[in-house]
């Protein structure tokens, strides 16, 4: 399974946005680009998953270039509820969802 | 429409006793996983369902650990004998079969079980 490289940790403020690129090399051409978000004492959340191009939801905004080996996460005027960790996943492995976790990236907006 | 619950929320034991986590998917889920992190690391897979069957238990770290989902509904994942190691939040998720691919997985609050 493809291995995913992203940001430890990032600051923003309010009302700025925030892109969260993540790198994944070896990505297989069956996969797609997931990413959850995780407040603390919660399970992961599903933000948005896209394929290739540019996918947009009410939530964010995902970049992926014509070559997919990276990808980027782009949050519009970020609030402080948006201070969590965000991973980014490739996958699911032969549709489904048996998810490899990283580190992910932990955001903190600040007022 | 209620989410993915799981229960306890907490459990604190002590080494060499016996718990059970359960986990109620969103109805309609036929795929249900159970994830577990422990301190300090990544969460990681331990099995996944489909309806009543295993589909990958590759994650499942020894043969102290039992997972069940009986009638393809409810999962539950015993532990017996705990040991310390075992520590750590155990997420459940569902997602909905589909032809191509899953949808996505939709996450439980997890249990936090601390083995002393």
């Known amino acids: 399974l493809a291995k995913t490289t992203q940001p430890i940790s990032m600051d923003s403020y309010e009302g700025q946005e925030v892109n969260i690129t993540c790198s994944h090399n070896n990505i297989a051409t069956n996969d797609y680009i997931t990413w959850y978000q995780q407040f603390p004492s919660q399970g992961p959340r599903f933000i948005i998953q896209?394929?290739?191009t540019k996918v947009t939801n009410e939530v964010a905004s995902l970049f992926i270039p014509a070559d997919r080996k990276s990808s980027t996460l782009s949050l519009p005027r970020v609030s402080l509820s948006d201070t969590a960790v965000y991973y980014c996943?490739?996958?699911?492995?032969?549709?489904?969802?048996?998810?490899?976790f990283g580190a992910g990236t932990r955001l903190a907006v600040h007022p | 429409e209620a989410g993915v619950t799981q229960f306890p929320s907490h459990s604190v034991i002590e080494k060499g006793q016996t718990v059970t986590l359960r986990c109620d998917p969103i109805s309609g889920h036929d795929n249900l996983y159970w994830y577990r992190r422990v301190m300090g690391k990544e969460i990681k897979f331990l099995l996944h369902?489909?309806?009543?069957?295993?589909?990958?238990e590759s994650g499942m770290p020894n043969n102290r650990f039992l997972a069940e989902r009986t009638g393809g509904t409810y999962s539950t994942l015993k532990v017996q004998p705990a040991e310390l190691e075992d520590s750590g939040v155990y997420f459940c998720a569902s997602s909905q079969a589909g032809q191509v691919r899953d949808t996505e997985a939709f996450f439980g609050q997890g249990t936090r079980l601390t083995v002393v």
């Open positions: 996943l490739v996958g699911p492995s032969g549709g489904y969802n048996k998810l490899i």
């Open positions: 369902f489909v309806k009543e069957s295993k589909q990958d």
């Open positions: 896209g394929y290739k």
